[in-house]
Nanobody, 126 residues
């Protein structure tokens, strides 16, 4: 089970830290895995924001590079997304996801992921 938290309503330029706690699945017991953050705005397709592999290598969408930072705490089985410089176009439901026995690349899309959270809403006002 993946549970996201940390979303909210903020003004443009603000910051948020999203968390995704994993239960029932100890990721570090797998020889390889990837976790990612995705977002979906109303009427739009779900898009990848950032992902991180078991070896801490990361990938970011071009639209968020320099503003978003993905990280994980293996001891806490938790994934994070630190967001700075929020823009109205960042408003969306944010989802975390995980896939096992795989490495993510910059082109890894939502179809590749096995486990999903329910999402946390981020709303940015101008």
């Amino acid at each position: 089970q993946l549970v996201e938290s940390g979303g909210g309503s903020v003004q443009a330029g603000g910051s948020l830290r999203l968390s995704c706690t994993v239960s029932g699945l100890t990721l570090t017991t797998y020889r390889s895995y990837c976790m990612g953050w995705f977002r979906q705005a109303p009427g739009k397709e779900r898009e990848g924001v950032a992902n991180i592999n078991w070896d801490d290598s990361t990938n970011y969408a071009a639209s968020v590079k320099g503003r978003f930072t993905i990280s994980k705490d293996d001891a806490k089985n938790t994934l994070y997304l630190q967001i700075h410089g929020l823009k109205p176009e960042d408003s969306a439901m944010y989802y975390c996801a995980a896939k096992l026995y795989a490495r993510c690349s910059a082109s890894s899309g939502p179809a590749n992921f096995e486990y999903w959270g329910q999402g946390t809403q981020v709303t940015v006002s101008s």
